[in-house]
């Protein structure tokens, strides 16, 4: 009973950490997206999407070296379900998301949805044969089209007028502001770890079997920066931010950290996994093309995310 205690207050602890530490870190975002020229939805994208998926590929990194690759390809397939389920659903309850719609949005959710399908390819029957080679070819058309979405997020640049660049620069000191937005992004991910932490050990004392703890609490876990930001980042007005992020956030998973594990670690993974998780996050990735390329996500459509990733754990939790 104490150890159930004293981790629940180190999970509170951790909870209120990450609410402060994602008020800097989009407070901090704010200044550079007036230093940096970009538009909201590019800076979520660049800047704090790539960032959101350091403990993606965190877990990436030592499942590799513990030659355990497919802990990171759940992970990344889950916390793209979570993203767009939770993430995208919950920020359409709270903010006026029906017209968030914007071009560079739309080619970015595009793209996702390619990536999206790609691994596909891994459990076609006639591929099978040759899986290890196919699975190296697929990581690296993965970590191209991450490239490829790179390139396409620099072409978004919007011009700030020259007074308004011109008075930023005597105002804002760009190392300073990188700085906070560096430490924000640390106490995010830090916080984040010691709640996942607290949550497996508690969930180990009341008894939950360890392969729902990995398949389930690491996922979610990964992702509660996303969660974290970009509902501080709608509360402050920032939509086109918050979208930006999770669109780029879930670019990252597939595209960067996923292409890299099949690249560099043998697949020696069961692939049943795809076909379980795939179909659900296929269908959740179009209805978020859907959304955008008509306007954007009312909060009906909200409640339908949030109902397909209940619907997709509830499925899980079956298998």
Same mark, same amino acid.
């Given at each position: 009973?104490?150890?159930?205690?004293?981790?629940?207050?180190?999970?509170?602890?951790?909870?209120?950490?990450?609410?402060?530490?994602?008020?800097?870190?989009?407070?901090?975002?704010?200044?550079?997206?007036?230093?940096?020229?970009?538009?909201?939805?590019?800076?979520?994208?660049?800047?704090?999407?790539?960032?959101?998926?350091? !403990?993606?590929?965190?877990?990436?990194?030592?499942?590799?070296?513990?030659?355990? !690759?497919?802990?990171?390809?759940?992970?990344?397939?889950?916390?793209?379900?979570?993203?767009?389920?939770?993430?995208?659903?919950?920020?359409?309850?709270?903010?006026?998301?029906?017209?968030?719609?914007?071009?560079?949005?739309?080619?970015?959710?595009?793209?996702?949805?390619?990536?999206?399908?790609?691994?596909?390819?891994?459990?076609?029957?006639?591929?099978?044969?040759?899986?290890?080679?196919?699975?190296?070819?697929?990581?690296?058309?993965?970590?191209?089209?991450?490239?490829?979405?790179?390139?396409?997020?620099?072409?978004?640049?919007?011009?700030?007028?020259?007074?308004?660049?011109?008075?930023?620069?005597?105002?804002?000191?760009?190392?300073?502001?990188?700085?906070?937005?560096?430490?924000?992004?640390?106490?995010?991910?830090?916080?984040?770890?010691?709640?996942?932490?607290?949550?497996?050990?508690?969930?180990?004392?009341?008894?939950?079997? !360890?392969?729902?703890?990995?398949?389930?609490?690491?996922?979610?876990?990964?992702?509660?920066?996303?969660?974290?930001?970009?509902?501080?980042?709608?509360?402050?007005?920032?939509?086109?931010?918050?979208?930006?992020?999770?669109?780029?956030?879930?670019?990252?998973?597939?595209?960067?950290?996923?292409?890299?594990?099949?690249?560099?670690?043998?697949?020696?993974?069961?692939?049943?996994?795809?076909?379980?998780?795939? !179909?659900?996050?296929?269908?959740?990735?179009?209805?978020?093309?859907?959304?955008?390329?008509?306007?954007?996500?009312?909060?009906?459509?909200?409640?339908?995310?949030?109902?397909?990733?209940?619907?997709?754990?509830?499925?899980?939790?079956?298998?």
């Amino acid at each position: 009973m104490m150890d159930l205690l004293i981790f629940g207050v180190i999970i509170a602890a951790s909870l209120a950490v990450l609410a402060k530490a994602s008020h800097l870190t989009i407070v901090s975002i704010e200044d550079l997206i007036e230093l940096s020229g970009l538009s909201e939805a590019s800076a979520g994208f660049v800047i704090l999407s790539v960032m959101t998926s350091i !403990p993606e590929m965190t877990v990436a990194a030592f499942a590799i070296l513990q030659g355990a !690759p497919g802990i990171s390809i759940g992970d990344v397939l889950g916390s793209n379900m979570f993203n767009i389920g939770i993430v995208v659903g919950v920020i359409a309850m709270i903010g006026p998301l029906e017209k968030v719609r914007s071009d560079f949005l739309v080619e970015m959710v595009d793209i996702l949805f390619l990536s999206s399908a790609i691994p596909i390819l891994l459990v076609l029957p006639f591929l099978s044969a040759s899986l290890q080679t196919v699975g190296h070819l697929i990581g690296l058309i993965l970590i191209g089209v991450f490239i490829f979405s790179i390139y396409i997020m620099t072409k978004t640049r919007k011009t700030p007028s020259a007074d308004i660049q011109g008075d930023t620069m005597k105002r804002k000191n760009k190392k300073i502001i990188l700085i906070k937005v560096a430490i924000g992004i640390f106490a995010v991910i830090i916080s984040t770890r010691f709640a996942v932490w607290s949550a497996s050990a508690i969930a180990t004392i009341l008894g939950v079997p !360890p392969i729902l703890i990995g398949a389930k609490i690491i996922a979610i876990g990964t992702s509660l920066p996303e969660l974290a930001l970009d509902v501080t980042a709608v509360r402050r007005g920032r939509i086109r931010l918050a979208i930006g992020d999770v669109i780029g956030s879930n670019l990252s998973n597939i595209a960067l950290v996923l292409g890299f594990v099949l690249l560099i670690s043998p697949l020696t993974v069961n692939l049943t996994i795809f076909t379980e998780i795939l !179909p659900f996050l296929l269908i959740i990735t179009l209805l978020l093309w859907r959304f955008l390329t008509k306007g954007g996500i009312p909060k009906w459509g909200g409640i339908l995310l949030i109902m397909i990733y209940v619907l997709f754990q509830a499925t899980l939790t079956a298998s």
